[in-house]
């Protein structure tokens, strides 16, 4: 992270430290137009691309590290059915989980692939579909004590996209599952590689996004209140390596998760009951 960077984030977490968000720190005030925002991604500078979720437009947003909207892109051949995450490969494409499925029922799940919005020069952006379900659902929706089908958490390794499901089953386990797809455009079955129990709250233990380090040796899960960081794994399986849980101490709508540097995480969340809405930073050191 440049110093430029690095002493804007200082200075912004000065002046909002008077306030109590756990283990947070606020660095910018959303746009209220961004109050449903649900997805980030970084491109190594000082902004930061987000996404709202369903019922909004289907435009993605490049937003200062300030909270300020520098531009938006229309996605083409691209309906915000309800986008999820953000995540983003080594060549700079950038992908929209259109996977939210909060009643079980969707057959019409997608994930976007856009080129590196970075460099388009006018105000319309192309997709390309990468079309999926999932082998174990039978039924849509399937019965209230198996609803393991929607999913707000995606990332980029290698080829393949990963997808990790938020768990609304009565009674709630916190059981998560994850499968990969290709990351090009087609229709695919998406693979089960396996499955885990981050905690058992319901209040606190859905994931909501996912991310992978720049260096791709830590794998960030995030909950409304929780993170959970997986290290020393091999390939697909990263949940049989070590899990750490740490206590954020708050308690909003969490949606967002990315990597700004190798130690350091933005994460946002929605404005809701008249707190949230912010863009916070949050240290791995």
Not at 226 to 239: A, C, E, G, S, V
Request: some cysteine; charged content about 25%; overall charge negative.
């Amino acid at each position: 992270m440049s110093k430029i960077i690095f002493t804007t984030l200082l200075f912004i977490s000065t002046l909002t430290s008077c306030s109590n968000y756990g283990q947070l720190n606020v660095i910018a005030d959303l746009p209220s137009s961004l109050s449903e925002n649900s997805g980030l991604a970084t491109y190594n500078d000082s902004t930061v691309w987000v996404i709202e979720d369903g019922g909004n437009k289907d435009e993605i947003y490049q937003v200062s590290l300030k909270g300020e909207i520098l531009k938006s892109l229309e996605v083409k051949n691209g309906k915000n059915h309800d986008w999820e995450d953000l995540t983003k490969d080594s060549f700079g494409n950038l992908y929209i989980a259109d996977i939210g499925n909060n009643a079980n029922e969707r057959k019409n799940l997608e994930i976007l692939k856009l080129p590196n919005p970075t460099t388009e020069p006018g105000d319309k952006i192309d997709a390309e579909k990468i079309e999926l379900y999932y082998p174990d659902q039978k039924k849509f929706p399937p019965k209230k004590d198996a609803l393991f089908y929607d999913s707000e958490a995606i990332f980029h390794h290698g080829n393949k996209i990963y997808i990790v499901t938020k768990n609304r089953s009565k009674s709630f386990t916190g059981e998560a599952h994850i499968y990969s797809v290709p990351d090009t455009k087609g229709k695919y079955e998406a693979k089960l590689i396996g499955s885990f129990t981050p905690c058992s709250d319901w209040n606190i233990c859905q994931i909501t996004s996912i991310a992978i380090s720049p260096k791709g040796d830590k794998i960030i899960a995030l909950s409304y209140g929780k993170l959970f960081i997986f290290t020393d794994f091999t390939w697909d399986n990263f949940t049989k390596g070590n899990m750490q849980e740490i206590d954020l101490g708050a308690r909003s709508q969490l949606e967002s998760v990315c990597f700004l540097n190798d130690n350091t995480l933005l994460i946002s969340d929605e404005k809701a009951h008249g707190e949230g809405g912010n863009l916070y930073t949050y240290s791995l050191k």
